[in-house]
């Protein structure tokens, strides 16, 4: 429950104490830095979701995104890429830069909301492979590896997308974990070099590119724990397996969540009408509520129109 909550009350203890973004991402650092790898694995199964009561667009919400890729520049720091940072542009360029001494690899860390209208988001909004290609391009000291996606498991495509035929371009080297796996990575002490070689191999491990009635998505996830977990496979099965119960836990988390702020606004409502005595007061009060209600959504439109240039 403590981790669960650990990214939402940073972000709260951040907005009370009118901490600045770089603020908020170092105080959030060094609680990173003093979990040990077991309790920081188990952080990161619970990673990419936003809470859904956050307003959306909100400074909650950008805030919240933020520690997320705090999670995979320091996760990417335990397994020896010593040199991550998170850029401090705000926008144009990536989430987090991974490297060390040689090495580049520019990443994007995707964090959605279960309560969205759509589990799996539209694919195109998910990989643009000439952000990636954009990002890489300054680093012109260092080996440029490729692009990493970083993605929640419940929002995966139930089938295979256009995104995973894209992870299967030998033209973009574009890899995509599941937080999962960066815990797996971790907790089984996988040597960064096997990161660095799976970009190396991509030619020759996708000639050519899977179309989509060819199931990318299946022989993608395949050749990458072939690949990444070949000496823990055994363990690496059993241990994603076990992440079906924490996907479980998670669900039932933001349900709790959502059930808890259901029962505070119907208790709310109920203490609100019972103070009224005056039953004129009352009708005068429901009249406007519902005024308020129906029109809400029409004076929005009013105002944007009074705003067109």
């Not at 933020?66 to 996760?75: H, P, Q, S």
């Not at 259901?262 to 509520?289: A, R, T």
């Amino acid at each position: 429950m403590e981790l669960f909550n650990l990214l939402e009350s940073f972000v709260a203890e951040s907005k009370n104490n009118k901490f600045s973004t770089i603020e908020a991402v170092k105080h959030l650092s060094k609680e990173l830095k003093s979990l040990n790898n077991d309790k920081f694995c188990r952080l990161l199964e619970l990673s990419g979701y936003l809470p859904d009561l956050y307003p959306h667009d909100s400074s909650e919400e950008t805030l919240y995104s933020k520690f997320v890729e705090l999670l995979v520049c320091e996760w990417a720091q335990r397994i020896g890429f010593d040199e991550s940072f998170l850029p401090t542009t705000k926008s144009g360029t990536e989430d987090i830069a991974i490297m060390d001494k040689d090495y580049v690899i520019v990443a994007d860390a995707k964090s959605f909301r279960l309560s969205r209208s759509q589990a799996a988001p539209n694919p195109k909004d998910v990989i643009k492979v000439d952000d990636y290609k954009n990002w890489i391009k300054k680093y012109d000291d260092k080996v440029k590896l490729g692009g990493l996606t970083t993605f929640p498991q419940l929002h995966e495509w139930k089938k295979s997308s256009k995104v995973h035929m894209d992870l299967t371009n030998k033209h973009n080297k574009i890899v995509w974990f599941y937080y999962g796996h960066l815990s797996a990575i971790l907790k089984f002490k996988i040597d960064k070099s096997k990161i660095i070689n799976f970009y190396k191999s991509y030619d020759e491990m996708f000639p050519q590119q899977i179309a989509t009635k060819d199931n990318p998505k299946n022989q993608y996830l395949v050749k990458l724990q072939n690949y990444i977990f070949d000496d823990h496979l055994s363990e690496y099965e059993e241990y994603m397996n076990s992440l079906h119960k924490v996907n479980a836990y998670i669900k039932a988390m933001a349900l709790e969540k959502i059930d808890k702020k259901i029962n505070e606004v119907e208790k709310n409502v109920y203490e609100s009408i019972s103070s009224f005595e005056d039953i004129d007061k009352l009708k005068k009060y429901i009249i406007d509520k519902q005024k308020d209600d129906s029109t809400k959504e029409f004076y929005r439109l009013k105002e944007n129109v009074e705003k067109f240039r």
